[in-house]
DNA sequence: TTCGATTTGTTCGTATGTATT
DNA sequence: TAATACATACGAACAAATCGA
């Protein structure tokens, strides 16, 4: 394979940019499966003809973005949603008291049907196409906190039935990662409070006039492909949404 | 077991860890002032006599914490709280249509007094300190939007007047920078949902059953010291709370 | 258990390109 | 134009962690 990076192209990437976008094309082609480990700096240097350390900043960059996960001695794999270390990057509910649980998720409801108006939009989907629509509610130490309304494009998960969904192992994301091969790299949530409707109210266990958080959010897969709408009732009468927001590991002490 | 010998012991830090430490002590005791430029990597390197890559790599990371920025052929300089680019890194209320807005702030009152319990705990400061309980409206297209309330440790703001507060150029956390090297870097948040207080039902506009979104934030300078305590109730009929959380620039482009 | 091969982590050095002043 | 500063790219050497023979 020759490294062709013709001088008359607009939008000049630097090397490691287009080693990025290399190495991430091969993980939606699916040449490496998640949980994998992709070839050592070594052997990526020599098939894209560039040093070992235009390789490395490239990889940096993508454990920066947390699709891969590097550790010394061993490898660098493709992050997976079934490590406890990702699984709070994408789960926020705390408890009041500064407790952190993983919920205990039981499917309510499974339905096939046409996307609404917003729905296309936001999934970026044609007029009629079919979602799976799924209401599952979140238990934390055994108490209904969340209601979520999954919207899911039917497109992207061919065989999809409640008993898949509901007889998966392990997160609703690594569910669409092991068995689609689709990889959730980034949300965006969207937060606000209002009165829950009845049914949530029901299943919550709260009274309708009780103000509850809602969250909006949209998943995405690489390329900004949006692959699932979710709308979440929480009840934050002992629990809250945690938004810790800082870079790098823990910030460096300084002395004074 | 063996043991090893001397070798990676506890308070081993790599060189550019180090060196990031040494960045920041500097930045805290005042040495270079908000808004300056930093020496040069290859000044930075004689002086701390490691080679420019370990400098560049310490600085990459401060500059991933958002504490310096760098401009290709001007320099390194220390981040301030008054580029547009990083007002909205600490501010998330946005239009439901999805409207980008910096608020207008009034304040609407200033009082010093004794740090009640929560407030000494999480200020981390003794019993019987003072602080300072400032409260505001922010509004958006003129409309009163968020309510604030800030506690302040009167300790790490000498002397700070309603008159300084209120005739601040600039963000809030701009005055800390400017006018007290206090640097926020760092912030946590917890967010739920409730009824709001009737003063400020009444400053918002809205009913009391009104559900409305209340924030609680602690602003940390270096050394995970904190310095602001601040409860924001947001009325979320035309705005929301976003939280879009990705690390580098825009994720990578990959061809399948 | 030890040893060696493999892989990432750290540090150094050099050269060249690009943006700013 | 020239000097300065950061950005990119290359290469080399050794340290540290892992794993299997």
């Keep these: 394979m020759v490294n062709t990076l013709a001088a008359g192209n607009l939008a000049f990437n630097p090397l490691y940019k287009e080693v990025k976008i290399r190495i991430t094309g091969s993980l939606v082609a699916g040449e490496w499966k998640p949980g994998d480990a992709i070839p050592s700096e070594a052997r990526l240097a020599e098939r894209f003809d560039v040093s070992i350390g235009t390789i490395r900043k490239a990889i940096d960059e993508l454990v920066a ?7 010394q ?17 994408f789960f926020h509910i705390v ?27 936001r999934l970026n989907v044609a007029r009629g196409a079919q979602v799976f629509r799924i209401h599952n509610v979140l238990r934390l130490s055994g108490r209904a906190v969340i209601f979520d309304e999954l919207v899911l494009p039917a497109g992207l998960f061919p065989d999809l039935t409640d008993e898949v969904f509901a007889g998966r192992e392990g997160t609703i994301y690594g569910l669409y990662q092991a068995r689609y091969g689709i990889n959730v790299i980034r949300i965006s949530e969207r937060l606000s409070a209002a009165r829950p ?8 266990r709260v009274r309708p006039a009780t103000p509850v958080l809602v969250i909006k959010r949209v ?7 949006p692959v699932e709408l979710r709308t979440s009732w929480v009840n934050t009468e002992r629990h809250e949404y945690l938004s810790d927001l800082w870079k790098t590991s823990p910030p460096p002490l300084a002395a004074g």
């Design 197 to 204: 409707p009845v049914r949530v109210a029901s299943v919550l």
């Design 95 to 121: 408890g009041k008291d500064g407790s952190k649980e993983l919920p205990v998720s039981e499917m309510l409801s499974f339905r096939r049907r046409k996307a609404g108006a917003g729905a296309q939009r």
């Design 65 to 71: 973005d947390k699709i891969l996960v590097r550790q």
């Design 73 to 89: 001695g061993r490898g660098t794999f493709i992050a997976t949603h079934t490590e406890d270390r990702t699984l709070f990057y």
């Design 219 to 225: 998943a995405y897969s690489f390329n900004d492909v």
